[in-house]
């Protein structure tokens, strides 16, 4: 347990589909990234919230929207994905405002777009 | 452009030390992080360095030389649980912008 919390573990959705990812940390921390892990390639980041404002955006398409209404929680809001955003989507969370300090990772959630 | 290189498997054996090497070429470097990743789980901290030089932590040390954009990670007395994933992630200065390797899948037999 890392203190950080994502739900659900698994998700399967029709490219047709819109459904949310969720990330809570309970650790006080001030920054918060999304990732996507697929198979054989690097983690990817996407996206970085420090104090709630959006720091970094690396170049993802607009299918994929977050959403970070406070300094615990962070949302993936997703919507007519391709099959290729198959992948594990990672979030995680890092104490100051930096970036050099760790990230603690939450487990993940396994999506599978069909 | 930016670019992390690490082999993409080693194996060792139980009670041996190991090196895993990393180069990097990012613009702004400003550290480089090691992240240990077991088989279906998430990745957890292992490792910062920003200056050069050799940071020991119990059996694991990482070492940076920025001059050469090379790091490695060593591990000492290898134990079976320390096979899995090891990432290496170079931090873009002035930001949160971590660009990770592949990572290198460390396999130890008994």
């Known amino acids: 347990e890392t203190g950080v919390t994502q739900t659900p573990r698994h998700l399967v959705m029709g490219m047709t589909n819109k459904k949310s990812l969720k990330c809570e940390q309970h650790?006080?921390?001030?920054?918060m990234y999304w990732y996507k892990q697929s198979a054989k390639k690097p983690l990817e980041l996407m996206f970085v919230?420090?104090?709630?404002?959006?720091?970094e955006n690396n170049s993802v398409p607009s299918r994929f929207s977050p959403e970070c209404p406070n300094s615990s929680h962070l949302f993936l809001h997703l919507h007519t994905l391709q099959p290729e955003d198959s992948a594990l989507y990672l979030c995680a969370s890092s104490l100051g405002t930096s970036g050099s300090e760790e990230q603690y990772f939450g487990p993940g959630t396994r999506l599978t777009v069909t | 452009g930016q670019n992390i290189d690490q082999p993409t498997e080693m194996t060792a054996t139980e009670g041996a030390i190991v090196q895993i090497n990393c180069t990097y070429q990012t613009s702004g470097f400003n550290g480089l992080f090691w992240y240990q990743q077991h088989a279906g789980e998430a990745p957890t901290f292992l490792s910062y360095n920003v200056l050069d030089g050799l940071e020991e932590k119990g059996r694991f040390s990482s070492f940076l030389s920025r001059s050469k954009g090379y790091s490695y990670l060593l591990l000492k007395e290898l134990q079976m649980k320390d096979s899995a994933s090891y990432l290496c992630a170079a931090l873009q200065g002035g930001g949160f912008k971590t660009i990770f390797g592949a990572g290198t899948r460390l396999f130890v037999k008994a």
């Open positions: 919230y420090s104090l709630e404002e959006r720091v």
């Open positions: 650790l006080g921390h001030n920054a």
